[in-house]
């Protein structure tokens, strides 16, 4: 089974640049996470698509920070402009569904640096 | 805002020592899960944990949930090299689904 890609894996710009993630999960997960990993902390979550609609995105930084998921299966996740204070992992995440006790299957992430 | 903090931060020790790491907070958690991060991976997830009291092992490692769902230890008998990497802990508030991730501690386990 293939696990949850994500592209690019490296990226640096430079501030009030914009940017963009791509990520595909395992095929028939409903569930998909975005998270954001500072160095040295744990990920902390942006925003969770159930299908392709979004169940929260309390932490995502909306003036900047947006994501999309059409059609369920694939999604993006776009920084516009980029501050220097967004430089980290972004982590691609997938279930098969968000109730309790789910096991979420991590992609490689994303590795931004903001300079 | 729920905070799972994790102790220590930091751990180096000799391969064959064992240790223990810790995650708290002052919430109650409906399930609580245990992950391993490598270097250049995302988080695997290890355990997780859903009764009060709860001990599980996984080969030479040992997960406990607090008997109030409020914290959790993980153990490791005989630490290797190949344990070396982030552990992370991640709990689900009771009456949500959502999983907060623990602050984290770096394990590096010298041969």
């Known amino acids: 089974e293939a696990g949850v890609a994500q592209s690019p894996r490296y990226k640096i710009i430079e501030k009030r640049q914009s940017v963009a993630f791509w990520c595909n999960p395992i095929?028939?997960?409903?569930?998909l996470y975005w998270y954001q990993q500072i160095l040295g902390q744990g990920p902390k979550l942006l925003i969770q698509?159930?299908?392709?609609?979004?169940?929260?995105d309390s932490q995502l930084p909306k003036d900047r920070f947006s994501a999309e998921r059409l059609k369920g299966v694939d999604s993006t996740l776009k920084i516009q402009p980029a501050k220097l204070e967004d430089s980290a992992v972004y982590l691609c995440?997938?279930?098969?569904?968000?109730?309790?006790?789910?096991?979420?299957?991590f992609g490689p992430g994303t590795r931004l640096t903001v300079t | 805002t729920q905070l799972l903090e994790q102790s220590p931060q930091f751990l180096s020790i000799q391969e064959g020592e064992n240790l223990t790491v810790y995650c708290n907070s002052s919430?109650?958690?409906?399930?609580l899960q245990w992950y391993r991060q490598e270097p250049g991976e995302g988080p695997v997830l290890l355990v997780t944990?859903?009764?009060?009291?709860e001990v599980k092992k996984l080969k030479r490692l040992t997960f406990q949930f607090g008997d109030a769902r409020k914290d959790s230890s993980l153990h490791i008998t005989a630490a290797q090299p190949g344990d070396t990497g982030l552990y992370l802990c991640?709990?689900?508030?009771?009456?949500?689904?959502?999983?907060?991730f623990g602050t984290g501690t770096r394990l590096k386990v010298l041969a």
């Open positions: 995440a997938s279930s098969p569904h968000s109730t309790d006790g789910y096991e979420q299957y």
């Open positions: 095929s028939g997960h409903a569930t």
């Open positions: 698509f159930q299908n392709n609609g979004v169940v929260d």
């Open positions: 919430s109650v958690f409906s399930s």
């Open positions: 944990v859903v009764t009060g009291g």
């Open positions: 991640a709990g689900a508030p009771s009456g949500t689904y959502k999983y907060i």
